[in-house]
């Protein structure tokens, strides 16, 4: 059903630059808080590097904890962005139009934000950074390239630049926009990034195939990226992490995650900005369904994750699954994770009048990313804090007060870096919005008048 | 040889593709104007657009670039510091294979990139009639063609009902100016 509204260019304009040009209440709310959070974040972290390490709750063997938790957590957020963005442009999808824009942006930040997580993990990064940049080539020491942590820096970082790329390429048209309406240091800004855009039919031409050429591109990196990541855990020995499913198990988690997460954005951006005209409750109704078989295939393989770990009758493994499903408090975990990422929020995507319902939408999605949020901890934690054979030292994990603060300080992060962002950027793409209007027709059928979108193939 | 511009801004689309047509009317190529818009319509609303391009060159030497790229680090590390594991081989291919990939797939993304900026001739920091009314939804057709021609360029345009006409020298006006 086309819920599409005749919009001149000029409201187009007007209405998805408003952001930039108001700071509505909410939005300052939203900045005072966000900032709130992202301030007790950056004290956490400071409070981290002079104390070192021992103010949180990692001591052997627990070595990876919130922070890693957190790390892969961000990274399944980010993939959705792209995604979503890359395949509805590569089927010619037109509900992509508004959602694409911050979906991308959405990526950027995720995973700038996992990306900053190991690097903090170190609890002293700038040794860290000391002995990576420059390399320490002259002793003729190299990285050793059969080891997954230097596999997931190349995927991560191949993954952000290509993402940036991305978007900086599709916005290039609305950056010619903002400098053509604009004066003082934006009109500097939007100038030199617009790079002297004028417009004319080759442009458009290069930017359509553009299009094209990087969703097909940034889709296989996406599967790789997640991929990897699982390989820093499914490589070593540990057990419940040695398993051959958790790369496709990452992927299908991570989507299920970051299409929730676009759902988020999507109803904050239409409370915040007021783009009722642009998402619209269509868009809602379709993501929700794409969104029923995302979910259900993210069940199937943390069923199938479970069903590996017992079906060997290994003693280790099945110890470990043993203390995930059984033992307090992984059996409450396990439940959550159930609730949570699948048997509430599915259910109720399955009835149309829920799926076109924004605070319905906006709050499973919440609920979705909790469950996510405890999968990953639930998928991470067990195995290292568990005694089998050849284990030294076992121990519980117990986060500090620290380590919550950064979890939740990164949550500020990324909102706060969004709301920056919607001050300077249009979020929604504004040309994409007009090329849309291009398209959509009323058509004749019988005695009736249908909206419908018109399009060469 | 010198080569004067003319600028016609339209309020319609109608307005902008009979304006079109009356340059094809007039004897000009479809190489001697572009149309300047802020939004893409649909390929040939405004007649066939001429020029070839290379895009798709672009991306598979970003990924040759990028294979070679990550084949030297792999293999040019474990080569550069000989460490042997358990009297397994010296390159261990399966590691390689996901840096080359990463490499491979980095090179003709940013290659792809490189060739839609070369593609569409950006940055551009020459000087070309322009008008900021264009991104507001006006409709520019920019005629560029021998001084000669300039006059009937312009009298082409006028027939479409312009909003403005632009030259080098300024405005020149919708309608010719009364003797």
Redesign the interface.
């Known amino acids: 059903m086309q819920e599409r509204h005749r919009l001149g260019e000029e409201e187009i304009t007007r209405e998805l630059f408003r952001p930039l040009v108001t700071t509505t209440p909410m939005m300052w709310v939203g900045f005072i808080g966000l900032g709130a959070v992202l301030a007790i974040f950056v004290f956490a972290v400071s409070w981290m590097f002079y104390w070192g390490l021992g103010v949180t709750g990692l001591q052997r063997p627990n070595m990876w904890g919130f922070m890693i938790v957190n790390f892969v957590f961000w990274i399944g957020i980010s993939h959705a962005g792209v995604m979503i963005s890359a395949i509805l442009r590569l089927t010619q999808a037109e509900w992509r139009r508004p959602v694409t824009r911050a979906a991308e942006v959405m990526t950027i930040f995720s995973l700038m934000t996992a990306m900053l997580h190991p690097v903090i993990h170190t609890g002293r990064p700038w040794r860290t950074l000391y002995w990576v940049f420059p390399y320490d080539f002259w002793r003729n020491l190299w990285p050793d390239v059969r080891g997954p942590l230097v596999w997931d820096p190349s995927a991560i970082l191949t993954y952000l630049t290509g993402s940036t790329l991305f978007l900086y390429t599709t916005m290039i048209p609305d950056m010619a926009l903002a400098r053509d309406r604009t004066t003082g240091w934006r009109r500097v800004l939007y100038t030199i990034l617009a790079l002297g855009w004028r417009g004319n039919e080759r442009q458009w031409k290069m930017q359509t195939i553009a299009g094209f050429l990087l969703s097909g591109l940034i889709l296989p990196v996406f599967v790789s990226v997640h991929s990897i990541v699982s390989w820093d855990f499914a490589v070593s020995l540990v057990p419940t992490w040695h398993a051959t499913v958790f790369a496709p198990y990452f992927v299908i988690g991570a989507i299920h995650s970051g299409v929730s997460a676009v759902v988020t954005l999507m109803a904050l951006m239409r409370w915040l900005f007021r783009f009722d005209h642009y998402i619209r409750l269509e868009h809602f109704d379709a993501i929700g369904r794409l969104l029923i078989a995302v979910g259900t295939g993210w069940l199937w393989f943390f069923l199938l994750d479970i069903f590996f770990a017992i079906y060997p009758q290994e003693a280790r493994e099945l110890e470990i699954m043993q203390f995930r499903l059984f033992q307090w408090p992984f059996n409450v975990l396990t439940a959550l994770i159930f609730i949570f990422g699948y048997f509430i929020p599915v259910p109720i995507w399955i009835f149309q009048r829920f799926r076109r319902n924004v605070k319905i939408m906006f709050w499973t999605s919440i609920l979705v990313n909790v469950g996510m949020w405890a999968e990953r901890y639930w998928l991470i934690k067990p195995g290292l804090m568990r005694k089998y054979e050849l284990t030294f030292d076992w121990n519980w994990y117990r986060p500090s007060i620290v380590e919550v603060s950064i979890v939740l300080g990164s949550f500020a992060l990324v909102g706060f870096l969004l709301l920056v962002f919607s001050k300077i950027f249009p979020p929604i793409s504004v040309w994409e919005e007009k090329e849309g209007q291009h398209f959509a027709q009323q058509l004749q059928v019988g005695k009736r008048v249908v909206n419908a979108i018109v399009r060469e193939f | 040889m010198a080569i004067r511009e003319v600028l016609g801004l339209y309020r319609d689309l109608d307005s902008a593709v009979a304006a079109a047509d009356a340059l094809r009317e007039a004897g000009f190529s479809r190489s001697e104007f ?11 609303t ?1 007649g066939e ?1 001429s ?1 070839i ?1 290379r ?2 060159v672009f ?1 598979l030497i970003g990924a040759a670039c990028g294979f070679a790229a990550g084949l030297l ?2 293999g ?3 080569l ?2 000989p ?1 042997l ?1 358990g009297g397994k081989p010296l390159l ?1 291919i399966p ?2 294979i ?2 080359m ?3 491979t ?2 090179g ?3 290659f ?2 490189l060739g ?2 070369f ?7 020459g000087r ?1 009639l ?1 008008d ?1 009314r ?4 006006y409709i520019g057709i ?1 005629v560029r063609t021998a001084p000669e021609r300039e006059a009937k360029a312009i009298e082409a345009l006028r027939k479409a009902n312009p909003e403005d006409i632009l030259t080098e020298n300024g405005n020149v006006g919708k309608q010719p100016a009364r003797s």
């Open positions: 572009e149309v300047l818009s802020n939004a893409p319509y649909p390929e040939g405004f657009e020029g391009h895009l798709f991306p680090i792999t040019g590390t474990q550069s510091f460490l594991t261990s590691p390689m996901i840096i990939y990463e490499g797939m980095l003709a993304l940013i792809t990139v839609v900026l593609e569409s001739r950006l940055p551009w920091i070309a322009y900021p264009i991104t507001q939804g920019l």
